[in-house]
C-alpha cells in the first residue's frame, strides 16, 4: 500500500502545520511591498544572501542573533505554495556578484522564497525544550504595477475615468498623452458596442502608460496589467480606458461595454490577486524611491504619497498575539525604506529618514492607533557607492564615487540637498532636485554590501528569534 498522500490532503496538512508554526512563532510571512523600481527584486536577494553567505557579527552587528553568538545556519528551503512560482534568486545574486555587476531583472509576476534559519533560543519555553529552534520565513515579491490597481477595488468607472483624464490632461502628463486624448476625443461612447474600437484605444493607453514608465518617474499607471499582461495579453478583460461619462448612458453602448470591461477587471484580476497574495501577513517591508519622486517634481512627490496610502489601506494590521497567529493573522510590523539611500552621502542619511517620515505621516499615525510597530529608516540593500569628501574654494563637499548605470565610467558626483519634509510647490528649488543611479559596487570576495540591512533584519525578525 502506497504511502504517499493525496495531493490535497498532503495541501491541508502542511497548511495545518504552517498554522501551528505561525502560532508558535515558528514561521513569518513577510510582504515585501514597494512600487515600480523600488528595488524589491535587489532586497530580497540581498537579505538571502545576507542570510546564507555572509553571516558575521562585523557585516551585520546589529542583528541580535548573530551578535549574540546564537545563529547557527540558513538556507532556502521547499516552498508549500506550488501554485507560486519561486523566486530565481540563483539569476539575481549573478547580476550582483558579475566582474561587471548589474541590477537584477524586475520583478514580472508573483514570486515567493522560503528560507529555513536555525539559531540557539536564549528564553522562553523553546530553550528548554530543545537546543535548537528553527524559524520558517516566507518572503512574497510581487510587480510594482499590480499593486497599484489594488486601490481600484474601492473604486467605480466614472469615478476611475475622471481620475486619469485630468491627470492625463496635467502639464506634466499632456505632451505623452496627445495621442491617446485625440483618438478619445473622436470616440462616440454612446456608439453601439465595438470589440475593434476598444481594443484600438486601449491598445493607445497601454502605450501611453509605457512611455509614462519609461521617461517619468509616474506612480500611478493603471490599470497596471497593461503595462505586464502575462498570460492576459489581447485578453478583452484588458481591453478598457478611462473616457468621460456620457449624459444619457445606454445599454449596449461602447461606455456600458467599457464599464463591464472595467468591473470585470476588478473582480477576476485585481480581487483575486488581493484575496489570493495579500492575506495573512505577519511582517510588511514597504521600500520607497524618494530620489526618483524627488527629481521628478512636487506633483510625483504628492502622487507618490498618496498611492502610498491608498496601498497600504488595503492590507490587515493589528497588534498580534498567539491566538489571532492562529486565527487571523494581522501584520504586527512595518519596516518603512527609503532605498537606495546611497544615491547621497552618508551626511543626508537623516533627511531621508525626515523626508520619509513627513512623506507618510498619516499612515504612520493610523498605524501607531492600531498598535502596529513601525520603523523608517534610510537604507541600501545593496551598496552601489562610496562617500567621498572633496575640496573646492576651501569647502568640503560631500559627495558619492560610483558607476552610473548604463554607463562605463565612474564619476565622484555632487547630489542635491535631500530636504527634511515635502515641500510646497511654491518654493520648491528653481532648478529642482538631482540625484544619479549607480550600477552595485563589485562584490569584494563575494560579499555584497549593504547599508543597514542588519537593523532591517533585527526589526523584522529579532523578536522571533529570542
Sequence with gaps: MSNKLPISIKT?????????????????????TGFSGS?????????????????????????????????????????????VPTFDYRRAVSCLLDAEPSWPPATSRINMLTLALKYYAKQGLRAHLAPESTLYIELYDYPGEWLVDLPLLDMDYAGWSLQQLEKYQSPLYSTYAAAFLEELASLDVCAPADDLICAKIAKIHAELLKALKANTPA??????????????????????????????????????????RFEAYKETVVKPFYKNYFCEFDRQVVLVDIFASLQGGPAYMTELQEATQAMLALFEYGKSNWLS???????????FAANKCDSVSSTQHSN???????????????LRFDHVKIDTMAMSSVKSSIDRKVQEHGSTLDCVYGKPTNESNWITYLPSQVPTSIEA???????????????PLPAQQGQIGHIRMDHALQFLLGDKLR
Excluded at 493603471?222 to 444619457?248: I, M, S, T, W, Y
Aim: charged fraction near 25%; include cysteine; aromatic fraction near 8%.
Design 12 to 32: 491541508i496538512l502542511n497548511e495545518a502545520e504552517k498554522v501551528v508554526q505561525r502560532g508558535f512563532d515558528k514561521h513569518v510571512k513577510i510582504a515585501v
Design 425 to 439: 510647490s511654491a518654493i520648491w528649488p528653481r532648478h529642482g532636485y538631482e540625484f544619479t543611479s549607480f550600477s
Design 219 to 260: 506612480t500611478v499607471l493603471q490599470p497596471g496589467r497593461q503595462l505586464l499582461p502575462g498570460e492576459l495579453l489581447d485578453a478583452p478583460v484588458l481591453g478598457f480606458f478611462p473616457c468621460h461619462k456620457p449624459e444619457n448612458e445606454q445599454e449596449n453602448s461602447v461606455y456600458r461595454q467599457l464599464v463591464e
Design 325 to 335: 497567529r492562529l486565527l487571523k493573522p494581522k501584520i504586527d510590523k512595518v519596516l
Design 39 to 83: 528595488g524589491k527584486t535587489a532586497f530580497i536577494t540581498a537579505l538571502v544572501r545576507q542570510l546564507t553567505a555572509q553571516v558575521n557579527k562585523d557585516n551585520l552587528p546589529f542583528f541580535d542573533v548573530v551578535h549574540s553568538g546564537r545563529f547557527i545556519a540558513c538556507k532556502q528551503t521547499t516552498q508549500e505554495a506550488m501554485s
Design 352 to 366: 531621508i529618514v525626515r523626508l520619509l517620515d513627513s512623506l507618510l505621516q498619516e499612515s504612520h499615525n493610523t
